[in-house]
């Protein structure tokens, strides 16, 4: 099993900044991709952006391309999302994702919330 606990959430002005991090525990070998997702109130959860864990290859949603990136500490099994140049619209609750390679199970965080004022 996997145990994923996010954090860095709240509320920021439009314009500004915040880094988003999702600690990692158990089987964490056992991962190929890790990412994250957000959900907006009323709104299906959106893939925002991955990385895998071997040759850290990204991939992000269009419209956080240039202003989010998504990066990965091994030794603190650690994932982070740096978000700058945040808009109202980037609100949403912010979910961690890994997926194990060999049965391609998802294992989820909880969540934490990002507010952005206009």
């Known amino acids: 099993q996997v145990q994923l606990v996010e954090s860095g959430g709240g509320l920021v002005q439009a314009g500004g900044s915040l880094r988003l991090s999702c600690a990692a525990s158990?089987?964490?070998?056992?991962?190929?991709?890790m990412g994250w997702y957000r959900q907006a109130p009323g709104k299906q959860r959106e893939r925002v952006a991955t990385?895998?864990?071997?040759?850290?290859?990204?991939n992000y949603l269009d419209s956080v391309k240039g202003r989010f990136t998504i990066s990965r500490d091994s030794a603190k099994s650690t994932l982070y999302l740096q978000m700058n140049s945040l808009k109202p619209e980037d609100t949403a609750v912010y979910y961690c994702k890994a997926s194990r390679w060999y049965d391609g199970m998802d294992f989820w965080g909880k969540g934490t919330l990002v507010t952005v004022s206009s």
């Open positions: 990385i895998t864990t071997s040759g850290g290859i990204t």
């Open positions: 158990g089987s964490i070998f056992a991962l190929n991709v």
